[in-house]
T-cell receptor
Framework: AQSVTQPDIHITVSEGASLELRCNYS??????LFWYVQSPGQGLQLLLK??????LVQGIKGFEAEFKRSQSSFNLRKPSVHWSDAAEYFC???????????FGAGTRLFVKA | DAGVTQSPTHLIKTRGQQVTLRCSPK?????VSWYQQALGQGPQFIFQ???????QRGNFPDRFSGHQFPNYSSELNVNALLLGDSALYLC???????????????FGAGSRLTVL
């Protein structure tokens, strides 16, 4: 069965510091992988996606993620965090049929001045 | 171009009542998925509608039902409400086709349901 694990419930980083949010997935075949962001009281917004090809993918707002098949990981990174990045981040995996997307429990990012 | 719109934004019900939530997908999208997001948790897949039929369902009881209309809009119905049904209900739409793009979800802002 598909599953997504986000080991960190919350992370605090200083503004301007680098960020890495961890994500591990379980899926029998090559997965479709996603990162979404949710601001308080809002729906989810797509940051980036991986379907195939280059394992380093670029997204919006300066985010990137790297797919590592050997580690079943899809970690999200940003070189310099801004206060506006404070939000909840969700990693997700979908099957190639596109019928169902499974989300992790999320990582809450706090940014301190 | 309007994105995914959901109504109502907030509602309060009592145990045992029934609720209907509505969703209009993004223009050009024909597939609608519903998710339940309890406080502090990730979204949980309820079901997906395509061509007016339920295509796949998550681990939710039959109290949760849905419908998709010819204009691709959708409703989520929950009967015999329990306290544990209190959550943010998210609707997401995705575009036509069976390729990889069909997996990209566009979410609405959600309907916040409180069951007392």
């Amino acid at each position: 069965a598909q599953s997504v694990t986000q080991p960190d419930i919350h992370i605090t980083v200083s503004e301007g510091a680098s960020l890495e949010l961890r994500c591990n997935y379980s899926y029998g075949a090559t997965p479709y992988l996603f990162w979404y962001v949710q601001s308080p009281g809002q729906g989810l917004q797509l940051l980036l996606k991986y379907f195939s090809g280059d394992t380093l993918v670029q997204g919006i707002k300066g985010f990137e993620a790297e797919f590592k098949r050997s580690q079943s990981s899809f970690n999200l990174r940003k070189p310099s965090v801004h206060w506006s990045d404070a939000a909840e981040y969700f990693c997700a995996v979908a099957n190639t049929g596109g019928f169902k997307t499974i989300f992790g429990a999320g990582t809450r990012l706090f940014v301190k001045a | 171009d309007a994105g995914v719109t959901q109504s109502p934004t907030h509602l309060i019900k009592t145990r045992g009542q029934q609720v209907t939530l509505r969703c209009s997908p993004k223009s050009g999208h024909d597939t609608v998925s519903w998710y339940q997001q309890a406080l502090g948790q990730g979204p949980q897949f309820i079901f997906q509608y395509y061509e007016e039929e339920e295509r796949q369902r998550g681990n939710f009881p039959d109290r949760f039902s849905g419908h998709q209309f010819p204009n691709y809009s959708s409703e989520l119905n929950v009967n015999a409400l329990l306290l544990g049904d209190s959550a943010l209900y998210l609707c997401a739409s995705s575009p036509r086709g069976q390729g990889s793009g069909a997996n990209v979800l566009t979410f609405g802002a959600g309907s916040r349901l409180t069951v007392l």
